[in-house]
Nanobody
Framework: QVQLVESGGGLVQAGGSLRLSCVVS????????VGWFRQALGKEREFVQG????????SNADSVKGRFTISRDNAKNTVFLQMNSLKPEDTAVYYC???????????????????WGQGTQVTVSS
């Protein structure tokens, strides 16, 4: 059974930084595309960033371009989301998700991911 565990969330002031981690276990990590999504209170879950199996390709939501960076360490079964210049509108529960059906491709749709973590809260104060 594939499991995803996020960590690294917390409370930070606007302009600050956080680094989220997502550890994937239960299968060969390098077979999985991984995405970060977020869901603010009362809103739908939205795509943030994704990374292909190989790590050669990434995809970013316009709202985080130039501020967030996704990376993966296949030796440690871990995907990272480095978040800089945080804004109050980045406040949300952040989820990582994984799927192995796709080759060197990144989907922005929640429907493309079979496995999800439990989420980690990120709160940015103004």
């Amino acid at each position: 059974q594939v499991q995803l565990v996020e960590s690294g969330g917390g409370l930070v002031q606007a302009g600050g930084s956080l680094r989220l981690s997502c550890v994937v276990s239960g299968d060969i990590f390098s077979r999985y595309m991984v995405g970060w999504f977020r869901q603010a209170l009362g809103k739908e879950r939205e795509f943030v960033q994704g990374i292909s199996r190989s790590g050669r390709s990434t995809s970013n939501a316009d709202s985080v371009k130039g501020r967030f960076t996704i990376s993966r360490d296949n030796a440690k079964n871990t995907v990272f989301l480095q978040m800089n210049s945080l804004k109050p509108e980045d406040t949300a529960v952040y989820y990582c998700a994984a799927d192995r059906r796709y080759d060197d491709f990144i989907s922005r749709s929640t429907k493309a991911y079979d496995y999800w973590g439990q989420g980690t809260q990120v709160t940015v104060s103004s």
